[in-house]
């Protein structure tokens, strides 16, 4: 009969096998997982192979979007903007840009409203949007478009949208809208976002830093979509024909890139952390 010390040894040993071959298994499937050979057991590597490819792709799309925020942003302006007049009556011309541009970060996109359902969907009743066009026409940087002036947050929206779609040069300018568009009809979302810092780089700087104002603001929009029904895409839609025109004037050319417009600016609205 074998004694107590020799019966304590063998489990020691059973033990110590049964570990080694379960760390033996884990080290297998590590390998095998990085894609390493294995000998015979190719079978471990095709059922590994898609997630390492997964992983790498997640991994390298980390990467990219880190480096884009870690590039070159556009310029920021180191002093305030100097804007001759704030008026609706026509362009308005900042000395110090030397560029048109109304004065929207001089006056400020008020975040009144959020929760209001179908912000910048609905539109407002035009007597009164007409209403704040002249309030700026007469008082300029002094306009009250406070909601003891104006309740519905509705009409001030129109009053933007309208600005922006009145003004001579659009927002994302005419030479920039080709590699805006090129950004929307590429189906990679890491290539669409690279696209998009190149298409930004070619903005006038006055131009650009309103956009990057405006989309700041839009994303503070989309916080509140459970309340104001306002997602990127919706916003998209509304803010895609506001901001950008075609500089063609076929008719046809122009409606054909609507859906362009409207996924250019939901990429803005929510890689707006990134892209500025």
């Known amino acids: 009969m074998p004694s107590k010390e020799s019966w304590s040894g063998h489990r020691a040993n059973r033990s110590a096998v049964h570990n080694s071959k379960q760390e033996s298994r884990q080290q297998h499937l590590l390998i095998a997982a990085l894609g390493m050979k294995l000998g015979t057991q190719k079978s471990s590597v095709t059922i590994w192979q898609p997630l390492k490819l997964f992983a790498y792709s997640q991994l390298t799309s980390l990467v990219r979007r880190a480096t884009l925020k870690e590039n070159e942003h556009i310029p920021k302006y180191e002093k305030i903007h100097n804007f001759k007049v704030h008026t609706f009556r026509g362009p308005h011309w900042c000395e110090y840009c030397a560029n048109f541009m109304w004065g929207l970060i001089a006056q400020g996109v008020k975040c009144a409203g959020l929760n209001s359902e179908g912000l910048y969907r609905v539109s407002g009743f035009s007597d009164l949007i007409e209403d704040v066009k002249m309030a700026f026409d007469r008082d300029g940087e002094k306009a009250d478009i406070s909601v003891n002036m104006y309740e519905d947050i509705n009409i001030i929206t129109g009053a933007l949208k309208l600005y922006f779609r009145d003004l001579p040069i659009p927002l994302i300018t005419y030479d920039a809208y080709p590699k805006f568009i090129e950004s929307a009809k590429t189906t990679d979302p890491d290539e669409q976002l690279e696209i998009l810092h190149e298409a930004l780089k070619l903005l006038p700087p006055a131009h650009c830093e309103t956009l990057r104002y405006l989309m700041a603001h839009l994303k503070r929009v989309t916080l509140h979509e459970k309340e104001n029904l306002m997602s990127a895409e919706n916003l998209g839609?509304?803010?895609?024909?506001?901001?950008?025109?075609?500089?063609?004037?076929?008719?046809?050319?122009?409606?054909n890139d609507i859906r362009y417009q409207r996924l250019v600016v939901e990429m803005l609205i929510k890689n707006e952390d990134i892209l500025f």
């Open 237 to 255: 839609i509304v803010f895609g024909p506001t901001l950008m025109r075609a500089p063609e004037l076929d008719a046809m050319a122009a409606l």
